[in-house]
């Protein structure tokens, strides 16, 4: 790929940062380092077929008591995994009542695809 | 998020396939292990240092002989980390002479951003 179809680097809306994308710069360490985590979360099929249950569900939240029955996994297990993306940013959670609602946190999964976009938007300004 | 604020099934140009995205519907087992070796594979920070040199680098390729001088790791364990990468589709490897140049495979890349974009492009077309 030559310098021209590199992409700009990927602005954050809310913070004002200039967030590197995989093609804009070598990684440092630290960054890696955070952005591995976040990945890892998301490299096992039972996590991401709980992520893509929870963030395709109309309405944007999944009660936990419909999640364990989607699974052949016990309850724990299931509550592991669920741990895991949220501490990976990935999703969020609210007690009401008896039950515990996640829902999917959009502007995570959105600057992970903004750093492995390798083909530059045609739209996009620098 | 709303139902309209789901994003449409991204398409692939080359083979024509309707490739789900994670708001569009649950991911079917087949489909989750697929994707989760391959972030997998992105879950480990001096990965994610190798493809983010491979895939910054002007030309588009790095030799290998460029890479493991970059790292505190022996030239083994840089290999093994390049063939993981290789495996999971997100690099390939050419040989030529005495060593062997390392590029980015920017669909592959494109696939898991698409898989992951939460919010729709302002410009997509449904």
């Not at 990927?10 to 985590?37: F, I, K, Q, S, V």
């Not at 395709?56 to 895991?84: D, K, W, Y």
Request: glycine share 6%; charged share 25%; aromatic share 4%.
């Amino acid at each position: 790929m030559s310098n021209q179809e590199r992409s700009a680097p990927e602005r954050d809306d809310r913070t004002g940062d200039c967030r590197p994308g995989l093609l804009t710069a070598p990684l440092d360490e630290a960054h890696a380092a955070d952005l591995a985590r976040t990945f890892k979360a998301l490299g096992d099929p039972v996590r991401l077929r709980l992520l893509s249950l929870i963030a395709s569900r109309a309405g944007g939240e999944v009660c936990v008591c419909e999640l364990t029955p989607a699974f052949t996994l016990s309850q724990p297990t299931i509550s592991h995994h669920l741990r895991l993306l949220r501490q990976a940013g990935l999703i969020d959670r609210e007690r009401r009542g008896t039950w515990v609602y996640y829902r999917a946190q959009p502007p995570a999964l959105d600057r992970l695809a903004a750093f492995l976009t390798a083909t530059p938007h045609p739209t996009t300004t620098v």
